[in-house]
């Protein structure tokens, strides 16, 4: 018995070796991370009743064999027959019957007789009729029945349920419902686990550090400019460094320098200032390495944006200006992870020859225009512009867009309670739901270094809490009139709120028209 336990701990073991090892190498198979791929919602699908079946599995056969206990038969002294007392041996041939235990070659195993009964003719010793309770051991030919238990070289049997089966079949149940069990887990932490821990944005910073066109002056400006911009990226973005330059052709002309992280702001802007200059410029290298970091394993999705900023000096790619290529290269790899990445390009005194190409360059990879720059304040503000200004812009958009329809409820509402429409009213209040732009509300508070950044979290945070108290007031006015109160008091300070809300939402809108023309081309 022991052994056999510690050959299955040691299987166990073995099995969370090869499993573990497996992930480590080769990551969350792609089935799992695609929230559309059918494999992954048919293991959840399953996972359910699997759970059902291993807890009737487990609770069923305990209440089965307490069932049984309280219902045992009664014991030979209840019954007012006498105990077995004694045990002697005997030969002869008749029946066995083995009791719990495995048959090991010849065996000599345990019988008791019946009260009562005739001896066996030819048996070494006599049974006198007041032996007949005594417990005798014999050897010889005969049938063997087996309870619970495996005979060498036969069918092994075993239960599941309380229905035997061979074990064979029995394993290959319990094998199937812990697959179930262990897909469906792994699929709900991906699912609803690992997601509350992702990062806001994901950006990586493909940079330029090949010597084609290496003027000293401009590679330095352009390191500068990128710690700068950097350095006002949001407390929940995770960032990372890639670069490209090298010999065409070899595995080393793109590099990841530093990985994803929330806190590697100052990682990148050490391993930017210490990178060296060399070799021929692989954007297009760079490019389908970058994607790659977005499917790598274990890579998690970001709640609102995965994006890639592109900073060259150069247009062309040294080695293959195939955009076709990289724009397959880019489709494959991005299907293949379920990711959505968006690409950005910044040219730093790129020649009036290559700028053509990097355009196409960028319409391969379903970019926007790139930003041309040509001095150190154009490209200081091009990056701080993709890197934390247009950012605050998307999540202030969402937040007002989730405000506003809760804005108009109100006011209906409250038009309601004053036509006498209480019915309406109520209704309409029923409708309302709580702003749930958290995530929005969360990366504008991350991104809170930058003045206007700090205004205009301030601005949405005060119309959140001016609209809680909005619907409380108007709660009231409808409690009001249905009382048959007069509410004039309250109309006025809801109607006074209002006004207030509308002054806060075109002051923010006027921000935030004024940070849009601090992008690119504007003024």
């Known amino acids: 018995m022991a052994r056999t336990t510690w050959w299955r701990v040691g299987l166990v073991v073995l099995l969370v070796v090869v499993l573990v090892s497996w992930l480590v190498g080769y990551g969350v198979p792609d089935w799992m991370l695609a929230n559309?791929?059918?494999?992954?919602?048919?293991?959840?699908?399953?996972?359910?009743?699997a759970s059902v079946l291993a807890f009737l599995w487990v609770a069923v056969p305990s209440v089965l064999n307490w069932m049984r206990r309280s219902n045992s038969e009664r014991t030979p002294a209840e019954e007012g027959m006498p105990a077995a007392i004694a045990l002697r041996s005997?030969?002869?041939?008749?029946?066995?019957?083995?009791?719990?235990?495995?048959?090991?070659?010849?065996?000599?195993?345990?019988?008791?007789?019946?009260?009562?009964?005739?001896?066996?003719?030819g048996e070494s010793d006599v049974l006198h009729p007041e032996e007949t309770s005594e417990l005798r051991s014999h050897t010889g030919s005969g049938a063997t029945i087996q309870a619970r238990r495996?005979?060498?070289?036969?069918?092994?049997?075993?239960?599941?349920?309380?229905?035997?089966?061979?074990?064979?079949?029995?394993?290959?149940?319990i094998v199937v419902?812990?697959?179930?069990?262990?897909?469906?887990?792994?699929?709900?932490?991906?699912?609803?686990?690992?997601?509350e821990f992702a990062p806001t944005y994901k950006t990586e910073f493909l940079v330029d550090l090949s010597a084609t066109g290496a003027d000293p002056s401009a590679v330095a400006e352009s390191r500068d400019s990128l710690r700068k911009a950097i350095g006002n990226t949001g407390d929940d973005d995770a960032v990372a460094l890639r670069t490209f330059g090298g010999q065409c052709g070899s595995d080393g002309n793109t590099d990841q320098v530093?990985?994803?992280?929330?806190?590697?702001?100052?990682?990148i802007g050490t391993a930017i200032g210490g990178a060296a200059v060399s070799g021929a410029a692989t954007l297009v290298r760079g490019l389908i390495g970058a994607t790659e970091d977005f499917s790598a394993p274990f890579s998690q999705n970001a709640k609102q944006v995965n994006r890639i900023v592109v900073v060259t000096r150069n247009g062309a790619d040294a080695c293959d200006d195939d955009t076709g290529y990289v724009q397959r290269e880019i489709r494959d790899r991005l299907a293949s992870s379920g990711l959505a990445v968006e690409f950005r390009?910044?040219?730093?005194?790129?020649?009036?020859?290559?700028?053509?190409?990097?355009?196409?360059?960028?319409?391969?990879?379903?970019?926007?225009?790139?930003?041309?720059?040509?001095?150190?304040?154009?490209?200081?503000?091009?990056?701080?512009?993709?890197?934390?200004?247009?950012?605050?812009?998307?999540?202030?958009?969402?937040?007002?867009?989730?405000l506003n329809p809760v804005a108009k409820q109100l006011n209906d509402a409250a038009q309601s309670v004053v036509d006498g429409r209480l019915d309406v009213a109520e209704r309409a209040l029923a409708t309302i739901k709580p702003a749930t732009a958290d995530t929005e509300f969360a990366n504008l508070a991350s991104r809170a270094k930058t003045p206007d950044a700090v205004e205009v979290n301030n601005h949405a945070v005060s119309l959140r809490d001016r609209q809680k108290s909005a619907v409380s007031a108007v709660r009231t006015l409808l409690d009001l009139a249905k009382a048959g109160k007069p509410f004039g008091a309250e109309l006025a300070?809801?109607?006074?709120?209002?006004?207030l809300y509308n002054s806060e939402v075109d002051t923010l809108n006027k921000l935030l028209a004024r940070m849009?023309?601090?992008?690119?081309g504007g003024h």
Request: glycine share 8%; proline share 9%.
């Open 36 to 49: 559309q791929h059918p494999v992954r919602n048919v293991l959840e699908a399953l996972s359910w009743p």
């Open 150 to 173: 495996d005979i060498r070289g036969g069918i092994r049997m075993g239960t599941f349920l309380s229905i035997p089966m061979p074990r064979s079949v029995r394993n290959l149940i």
């Open 177 to 195: 419902l812990v697959a179930a069990l262990v897909g469906g887990a792994v699929a709900a932490v991906v699912t609803w686990v690992l997601p």
């Open 90 to 121: 005997h030969h002869g041939s008749g029946v066995t019957i083995q009791a719990g235990r495995d048959i090991r070659g010849k065996t000599v195993l345990t019988s008791v007789p019946s009260p009562g009964s005739e001896p066996v003719p």
């Open 516 to 520: 849009r023309a601090s992008g690119p």
């Open 345 to 402: 390009f910044v040219g730093y005194r790129v020649a009036d020859k290559d700028q053509p190409v990097l355009d196409r360059l960028a319409e391969s990879a379903s970019a926007p225009p790139p930003v041309l720059t040509q001095d150190a304040a154009q490209l200081q503000a091009a990056l701080d512009w993709i890197t934390n200004v247009e950012p605050v812009l998307r999540s202030a958009h969402d937040v007002v867009d989730t």
């Open 258 to 267: 530093v990985g994803f992280g929330t806190g590697h702001r100052d990682d």
């Open 493 to 499: 300070a809801f109607r006074h709120d209002a006004d």
